[in-house]
């Protein structure tokens, strides 16, 4: 069967530290994968689109990684902060003309 | 420039009684999705427009669910009747097309149905 899987247990860190969150998937071949943050009581918003072809993408503190041999995406922020707490949503193109199918998402605490 | 724009943020219904949501996509945004999310889940795929034409409409539960977006501009989603497992937030999106497809979402209509 088709799955997207992230770490359903909330991920907990310090304050300065390096937080990596994880998209696993099976069978599927997306062309793309994005990640979205998502805020209680909010809808997601984009942060970072990552094709096939591309190893690594960064955009200021926050760095994807796209493994399609290991088919797993990682997601990091470096030099985290209490505003980075929410939660994180990965999202794989799963078919034809752009559909996109999300993980469950993983929520991120920065602690002081 | 204003967002996705969606209504209403809450409503509470009980079992039985239709419910209605309304979206306003972003100017200019030909392509409009309405998602389904639970509690601790990520956003599910009810049904994606192009323009006036539903695309996929597979995840959408015909027997009571049902939408429209006239004109290609607006859209309405529609639960006839409401059951309890219908409670979620019903999240609108946009995006213009491209081959990377990112979503514009609104801040979702939280149901719960009594």
């Known amino acids: 069967s088709q799955k997207i899987e992230q770490n359903s247990e909330a991920l907990n860190i310090q304050e300065g530290k390096t937080a990596t969150l994880t998209c696993n998937y099976t069978?599927?071949?997306?062309?793309?994968l994005q990640w979205y943050r998502q805020d209680p009581g909010r809808g997601p918003v984009f942060l970072l689109l990552?094709?096939?072809?591309?190893k690594e993408k960064r955009k200021e503190r926050l760095k994807v990684t796209f493994d399609t041999t290991l088919k797993q995406s990682l997601f990091h922020i470096t030099a985290s902060q209490p505003a980075d707490s929410a939660t994180y949503l990965c999202?794989?193109?799963?078919?034809?003309?752009?559909?996109?199918?999300f993980g469950t998402g993983t929520r991120l605490q920065v602690t002081l | 420039e204003a967002g996705v724009v969606q209504s209403p943020r809450y409503k509470i219904i009980e079992k039985k009684q239709p419910v209605a949501f309304w979206c306003n996509p972003i100017?200019?945004?030909?392509?409009l999705y309405w998602y389904l999310q639970n509690l601790g889940q990520g956003p599910e795929l009810l049904i994606r427009?192009?323009?006036?034409?539903?695309?996929?409409d597979s995840q959408l539960p015909k027997d009571r669910f049902s939408a429209e977006r006239l004109k290609g501009v607006d859209s309405t989603l529609k639960i006839q009747p409401a059951e309890l497992g219908d409670s979620a937030v019903y999240l609108c999106?946009?995006?213009?097309?491209?081959?990377?497809?990112?979503?514009?979402f609104g801040e979702g209509s939280r149901l719960t149905v009594l």
């Open positions: 999106a946009s995006s213009i097309t491209t081959d990377t497809g990112e979503l514009f």
């Open positions: 069978n599927y071949s997306p062309a793309y």
């Open positions: 990552i094709r096939e072809n591309e």
């Open positions: 999202a794989l193109e799963t078919g034809t003309a752009s559909k996109l199918t």
């Open positions: 100017s200019g945004h030909n392509t």
């Open positions: 427009y192009e323009n006036e034409e539903a695309v996929d």
